[in-house]
T-cell receptor, first 113, second 112 residues
Framework: AQKVTQAQTEISVVEKEDVTLDCVYE???????LFWYKQPPSGELVFLIR??????QNEISGRYSWNFQKSTSSFNFTITASQVVDSAVYFC??????????FGAGTTVTVRA | KAGVTQTPRYLIKTRGQQVTLSCSPI?????VSWYQQTPGQGLQFLFE???????NKGNFPGRFSGRQFSNSRSEMNVSTLELGDSALYLC???????????FGSGTQLSVL
């Protein structure tokens, strides 16, 4: 069964629009970690954010913000005032007690000038 | 600080051959993990090593193997290559397990 679901396959926006990426996860662990990674065309996965299961405080870091809701098993990610350089594939990932990351299928974000 | 280094960047092999991919983690990182990325299956976990011990292995056949050396450098080996092994192989390192992973640029393997 898929542990991380990213329902949005592709999102296309015009520069300066906000983009929200959805992520739903499934786990039986009480302690787990959630991540967002970005993969630009160069191929290297770039770390964006990490949250643990005990901290539901939502934060903003620059143009990035996230909304973690344990009750709905969701970990959504928002890019505010998008820029062309934000064009990439974004992956949500779950880390449980087994030392591996389970990735979602990814959402391709295209920001048009 | 140097990032995660993977060599080679590109590799072309034929069916039946074997291949060895190399990964040098960030200095001080003891955990190294490997992932396979394909258009059809996405990112899939291969294995994770910590202090030379394999702690978890993904759902891949025994043709896929790996090891970690005392300096934390890691190699993965794929024997008897199949066409379906064509993929981007990504290595990642972290200080401790479940900390943020730093990924290398990957090795693009093409099996003909």
């Amino acid at each position: 069964a898929q542990k991380v679901t990213q329902a949005q396959t592709e999102i296309s926006v015009v520069e300066k629009e906000d983009v929200t990426l959805d992520c739903v996860y499934e786990t039986r662990d009480t302690t787990y970690y959630l991540f967002w990674y970005k993969q630009p065309p160069s191929g290297e996965l770039v770390f964006l954010i990490r949250r643990n299961s005990f901290d539901e405080q939502n934060e903003i870091s620059g143009r990035y913000s996230w909304n973690f809701q344990k009750s709905t098993s969701s970990f959504n990610f928002t890019i505010t005032a998008s820029q062309v350089v934000d064009s990439a594939v974004y992956f949500c990932a779950l880390s449980e007690s087994d030392y591996k990351l389970s990735f979602g299928a990814g959402t391709t974000v295209t920001v048009r000038a | 600080k140097a990032g995660v280094t993977q060599t080679p960047r590109y590799l072309i092999k034929t069916r039946g051959q074997q291949v060895t991919l190399s990964c040098s983690p960030i200095s001080g990182h003891r955990s190294v993990s490997w992932y396979q990325q394909t258009p059809g299956q996405g990112l899939q976990f291969l294995f994770e090593y910590f202090s030379e011990t394999q702690r978890n292995k993904g759902n891949f056949p025994g043709r896929f193997s790996g090891r970690q050396f005392s300096n934390s450098r890691s190699e993965m080996n794929v024997s008897t290559l199949e066409l379906g092994d064509s993929a981007l192989y990504l290595c990642a390192s972290s200080l401790e397990p479940r900390e943020k992973l730093f990924f290398g640029s990957g090795t693009q393997l093409s099996v003909l």
